[in-house]
């Protein structure tokens, strides 16, 4: 299993990015998660196999939208309204493909793409 995350750069705070995860084979239940400097890694945001169900962090939630194309193989993220602590690594996930729905715990995904960096100035 092969994941591919994209999308970051340098925005200023009150704005927007999306980031993309692009997936091989076959469909997963997915989740980003980031990693700030100097802190450990922490969940963002988890969405099912089927993309029906979605869950946050609630440092995120109603700023960031999770959202996948199963048919296409992707994930995104849309990250609105940013701040200044958002700047991270961001790195997609993916869990086994017998399960249908995401999870909060880094621990439950085996599969890991390589990081994209988000950098919100102030």
């Known amino acids: 299993v092969q994941l591919q995350a994209s999308g970051g750069g340098l925005v200023q705070a009150g704005g927007s990015l999306r980031l993309s995860c692009l997936t091989s084979g076959r469909t997963f239940a997915l989740g980003w998660f980031r990693q700030a400097p100097g802190k450990n890694r922490e969940f963002v945001a988890s969405i099912s196999r089927s993309g029906a169900v979605t869950s946050y962090s609630d440092s995120v939630k109603g700023r960031f939208t999770i959202s996948k194309d199963n048919a296409k193989n992707t994930m995104s993220l849309q990250m609105n309204s940013l701040k200044p602590e958002d700047t991270a690594v961001y790195y997609c996930?993916?869990?086994?493909?017998?399960?249908?729905?995401?999870?909060?715990?880094?621990?439950?995904?085996?599969?890991w793409g390589q990081g994209t960096l988000v950098t919100v100035s102030s």
């Open positions: 996930a993916a869990r086994e493909a017998s399960y249908l729905t995401g999870s909060s715990r880094d621990t439950d995904y085996p599969y």
